[in-house]
């Protein structure tokens, strides 16, 4: 892609993927011999996707890219809202997957399943949802947008880059992204594999 808006998004959309996917190869791992570390790293997978993508990346989309698409091509105003009902959704979502692994971290193995299956439905969620924003919107950018609104986004998607798909590291953050690299399955951290953590 030409633009480097459209470069950041694909990239940041890719960590959290990563991030995702490595948080559900962990939660079917288990605690295992060592819980501490192991909740540890999912609270903190967990405050990331709230403090990266939420926080950060989805203002971006809901105040300058999607006004521009459906300002430039009424068809696309469906679309539009409804992601922009999955970002109204999204922080509420992965804030109750927060509680309920705590829940699940302190009152036991009881609330085990139920988080897993919330889990697992986020995922879904958000996998979908940015595809969706990649196969629908994208596409529509590139042939509908002005080079000054481009020069707009890219300067916008610049800015707050995540640090797992290429951003500045920020110094407040590297405990938490030490945590994640450190004990996460490839290919977002150094831990196992995710295909080893499905062994039996």
């Known amino acids: 892609m030409s633009h480097s808006a459209s470069r950041i998004l694909m990239e940041e959309h890719a960590a959290v993927a990563a991030v995702l996917r490595s948080l559900l190869a962990m939660i079917r791992q288990g605690p295992g011999d060592l819980p501490e570390r192991f909740f540890d790293v999912l609270r903190a997978m967990l405050f990331y996707i709230d403090e990266f993508p939420e926080q950060r990346h989805h203002p971006k989309e809901s105040r300058l890219l999607f006004p521009m698409?459906?300002?430039?091509?009424?068809?696309?105003k469906d679309v539009i809202h409804r992601l922009e009902r999955d970002h109204l959704k999204g922080?509420?979502?992965?804030?109750?997957?927060?509680?309920?692994l705590l829940a699940w971290e302190l009152l036991g193995e009881s609330r085990r399943p139920a988080f897993e299956q919330r889990a697992v439905e986020y995922v879904g969620f958000y996998l979908d949802h940015m595809r969706v924003e990649e196969t629908e919107l994208l596409p529509a950018a590139q042939?509908?947008?002005s080079t000054a609104e481009w020069a707009e986004l890219d300067a916008a998607f610049a800015v707050d880059r995540d640090p797992?798909?290429?951003?500045?590291?920020?110094?407040?953050?590297?405990?938490?992204?030490t945590r994640i690299v450190l004990t996460a399955p490839a290919p977002i951290g150094v831990g196992p594999s995710a295909e080893s953590l499905l062994q039996p």
């Open 91 to 100: 922080e509420g979502k992965v804030r109750e997957l927060q509680h309920m």
């Open 69 to 76: 698409l459906a300002r430039a091509d009424a068809r696309l």
């Open 164 to 177: 797992l798909a290429g951003g500045v590291a920020d110094r407040q953050y590297d405990r938490l992204f």
């Open 143 to 145: 042939k509908l947008l």
